[in-house]
């Protein structure tokens, strides 16, 4: 493919790989460093050549968000798979199926229902198979998971340990209340919380007569961790890959290490209002961000260009004005090109069936994620 | 097929198809009346099946916002296209191979560049078709479109005119400030002064020695228009046929014609928190709407569950609780179906790669869409 990013039609989902290579290789020296085992999260991409990247190429130990990436990674060599996502009686069969193609899959139990209803399919298992959980835990953070200081995670722990049929594999725990916290005491406050609830719930299991690995989660307190951390066994994070204007804000990396963007062109001007239409609208980047506390109220970063703003979306268009003053339409003529920095990759690139890879302003490649759950 | 909408995976986006014909009728009904061409938008569902309906099965007749639509249709023996987007030189190449492959093709021009584009690229076309050329004007929505009562309006029409490879297919305008209007009294003013706008441009162009048909669009105003609009020609509206919560609070349509919603499952309980959780996240429904004045800040109707409000999202969780007293964990046990009314279909549907079809409880389809650009 002999193109330049210039020569793509627009808007799309531009990828730069050697962000991408960078970003996945600190987030494993990061690992190495604190001796933890890196368990990638694959939401972000949803792509075979993201999660050879974030894998080293050894296709083993990720984790994925839904069923439709779970068979996707399957079918296509992966292994030490990772549904996490809370384990409901409507996706039993798919599992079972995951049980029988893959040597190692496991699954996610956030309530004391998941347990029963993993117990109440032990029959269906392919022998000598057996459910291999990761219980979730909620720190603080308030979605999913069990109470991390709670009876019930220890009952979980009793069923599953006492049953032929079910071996603990894990406790696994997103830290997502990390994304709301923009200081970095406050931060660090939160991660030290969150290992030290860790570690006070590993112990209970070793009084208990367990061990197993202890995983924690979440772009920003992986990127930026703690010496505490060491005192765990596992990382899973996901959004690293890509990174987005989120990540920046919550300096967990640099603009520059942002590999995402959406590509649009100037389609249109409308001088009496300061404005310019751009061809990305909402089914190119998502709303996603508009109700946080942001700079300017902002959604997106345009690259290069901080004094505009994208104040709004239609299906197909996107407004964009200047933040001080007023924005001189003949500086942009129809076709300029803009580069957009999403407030949220995961987000964002769910919204694009295919993403173009480019190295500098060549592109390099086509990524196809999977679709679907 | 022989499933019940039960069966399905969930999250997915499921269609009435009851409701979708019934949307399609009462606004051909409402064309016939008013002795106005239906020209139907597919920007909200993309399909093949949506379109038959929306064209009574001619084929003939649509509107579209995408290449990638109008390469789709045309492929499927759809004729008398309009790419209803401003036209700019990055769409000319695909726009001749278009204008090769079928009997009529209109491209859409908002401003003095689209003309020059248009005219730059005459000795292009295949002999011998001109340029059909559909002018967007601006009647004071403020986002693209030349303004209708300026000099710049009447000097395109005069470039088309003149020259032997154009010729004016229309005058189109899209009242998108309907959007934003939630009294009777304020839309039928809003509506009777885009009359009267079009009306008077009409005039103008008579006066010039031209005539073309004028067609004005917006769901809104399509569904609820005014006397008025027998003055015109054309109707273009596109979610319609599927409509949402958004329309339904514009007064444009009944909670019961809302033809398209996302189904999804409790996966999970957070009892201390009075939520629940379900499988339904921000790649499931669309954000949008959630920055407008809604009633309880909300971005979607639980259908049949007044009480209950959708407050957050992540990328596959979507977070429940009750507006008025707590909500009680037990009377929605895991696996409890929910169906959400998306704010806005068009944005809800552009997340979905299928959309199974239904009429009452049985599954009779599987719709897919034309994604990309």
Redesign the interface.
């Known amino acids: 493919m002999a193109m330049k990013l210039s020569d793509l039609?627009?808007?799309?989902f531009v990828l730069d790989i050697n962000k991408v290579e960078h970003n996945a290789t600190r987030m494993r020296a990061t690992c190495e460093r604190l001796q933890l085992k890196l368990r990638p999260h694959t939401?972000t991409h949803k792509t075979l050549e993201a999660a050879l990247i974030q894998t080293g190429g050894s296709k083993r130990c990720i984790a994925v968000?839904?069923?439709a990436e779970a068979e996707f990674y399957a079918s296509h060599g992966f292994d030490d798979i990772l549904l996490a996502?809370?384990i409901?009686?409507?996706k039993i069969a798919r599992c079972l199926d995951l049980m029988q193609k893959l040597e190692s899959f496991h699954v996610f139990v956030?309530?004391p229902?998941g347990v029963s209803?993993l117990k109440a399919h032990e029959a269906d298992l392919p022998p000598p198979k057996v459910w291999s959980v990761v219980l979730e835990v909620d720190a603080g953070y308030?979605?999913?998971g069990f109470?991390i200081e709670g009876q019930e995670v220890m009952d979980a722990v009793q069923t599953i340990t006492e049953s032929a049929r079910m071996s603990l594999a894990g406790v696994y725990c997103h830290c997502?209340d990390s994304y709301v916290i923009w200081s970095k005491t406050d931060r660090e406050k939160l991660q030290r919380n969150t290992v030290q609830l860790l570690c006070s719930l590993q112990n209970r299991l070793k009084d208990f007569g367990v061990t197993c690995p202890f995983g924690t989660g979440s772009t920003p307190t992986c990127s930026l961790p703690i010496d505490l951390n060491k005192s765990l066994s596992e990382f899973h994070p996901g959004n690293y890959i890509f990174y987005d204007y989120q990540q920046y804000l919550l300096n967990a990396c640099r603009e520059s290490d942002i590999a995402g963007r959406v590509m649009t062109?100037v389609?249109?001007?409308?001088p009496?209002?300061s404005m310019i239409?751009v061809?990305c609208g909402?089914?190119?980047i998502?709303?996603?961000g508009?109700?946080q506390q942001l700079p300017d109220d902002d959604f997106c970063l345009i690259q290069g260009e901080s004094n505009l703003k994208l104040i709004g979306m239609?299906?197909?268009?996107g407004?964009i004005v200047a933040k001080l003053g007023d924005l001189d339409c003949t500086q942009y003529p129809?076709?300029t090109i803009f580069f957009l920095y999403p407030y949220h990759s995961?987000?964002t690139a769910?919204?694009?069936?295919?993403y173009y890879v480019h190295s500098d302003n060549q592109v390099v490649g086509k990524w196809t994620p999977v679709?679907?759950?």
């Open positions: 039609n627009t808007p799309c939401k968000s839904t069923l996502y809370p409901t009686e409507s956030s309530g229902d209803t308030g979605r999913t109470d997502g062109r389609v249109a001007h409308k009496e209002k239409l061809d909402f089914t190119a998502s709303h996603d508009m109700r239609s299906q197909e268009l407004q129809i076709g995961c987000a769910a919204m694009h069936s295919e679709k679907g759950w």
